[in-house]
């Protein structure tokens, strides 16, 4: 089996001469469920929170030959650098290939004292509940003419809803500060296990010269008007559109009012 390795922030483990003192066992996020009792019945029912909780664990790292001064160095090259990745931080490792996901380190503390006596140390993390498809946080741009006609197909690989960010890039028309569009698309796609088709449509959004692109952001559902480095104008008052289920789905524009490009990140997620 090869050797275990992790990259938190912009560090991969072994870039300071630390590796991994024990191979991780197989983590995987939980289901949110509260049990409770009802009166007269044995046992407790089951309700689904419908969301999945964060996955806790940890990392027991050593460097070998403390010693040495090139060892030791390293070491606080990896104090030095952990102590600024605060918070949520990207999380890879080589179990999962292809994948990743954010996590945050929860005590640092402890991290670099035991590192400074012992020169070992037990990282405790906090990671959020699924892997994302590196090649799925890419834009890809759709083919507008084929939006227009018949729709264009992608395909989500995996079980878990899919929360893509989409990204329309209007024309600007007119000699005022400010104009409108609209912003009309569906989505055939399994919603639940059923495919079926949702309609968004968007009429009256004010858009100007500079900030020309309605971006729709399921993950955090919100949509706003920005501008080609993602600054934002406005937001919108608009329906967002529902996760998107295994299998295939079919992007349509509904109504033509200026898009004149289209392009999707489609966040395909996998416990």
């Given at each position: 089996m090869p050797k275990y390795d992790f990259?938190?922030?912009?560090?991969?483990?072994?870039?300071?001469?630390?590796?991994?003192?024990?191979?991780?066992?197989?983590?995987?996020?939980?289901?949110?469920?509260?049990?409770?009792?009802?009166?007269?019945?044995?046992?407790?029912?089951?309700?689904?929170?419908?969301?999945?909780?964060?996955?806790?664990?940890?990392?027991?790292?050593?460097?070998v030959g403390n010693r040495d001064f090139n060892v030791r160095e390293k070491e606080h090259s990896l104090i030095n650098s952990y102590a600024?990745?605060?918070?949520?931080?990207?999380?890879?490792?080589?179990?999962?290939?292809?994948?990743?996901t954010k996590a945050a380190l929860k005590n640092f503390n402890a991290v670099q004292r035991n590192l400074r006596t012992m020169h070992t140390a037990e990282l405790s993390f906090t990671r959020l509940p699924f892997w994302y498809l590196k090649t799925g946080l890419e834009e890809i741009p759709l083919d507008i003419n084929a939006l227009i006609a018949d729709g264009v197909e992608i395909i989500n690989p995996f079980p878990a809803a899919a929360k893509p960010l989409l990204r329309f890039n209007?024309?600007?028309t007119g000699s005022a500060e400010t104009t409108t569009c609209r912003i009309a698309f569906g989505i055939t796609a399994n919603y639940g296990g059923v495919y079926e088709e949702r309609k968004i449509n968007k009429p009256g959004i004010r858009i100007t010269p500079t900030h020309h692109f309605v971006v729709i952001d399921v993950e955090n559902q919100r949509a706003s008007v920005?501008?080609?480095?993602?600054?934002?104008?406005?937001?919108?008052?608009?329906?967002?559109?529902?996760?998107?289920?295994?299998?295939?789905?079919?992007?349509?524009?509904?109504?033509?009012?200026?898009?004149?490009?289209?392009?999707?990140i489609p966040r395909w997620r996998c416990l």
């Open positions: 990259k938190f922030g912009q560090f991969w483990l072994s870039e300071f001469g630390a590796v991994s003192a024990e191979e991780p066992s197989m983590e995987i996020a939980q289901r949110d469920v509260t049990f409770i009792s009802i009166p007269g019945k044995d046992g407790k029912d089951c309700i689904d929170n419908k969301r999945y909780d964060n996955v806790e664990f940890k990392r027991k790292i050593a460097f600024y990745l605060q918070g949520y931080q990207d999380f890879e490792d080589v179990h999962h290939p292809g994948f990743i209007v024309t600007f920005q501008d080609e480095n993602g600054d934002i104008y406005s937001y919108i008052d608009m329906p967002i559109p529902d996760p998107i289920g295994k299998g295939k789905a079919t992007i349509r524009i509904t109504v033509q009012s200026k898009t004149n490009a289209m392009s999707i």
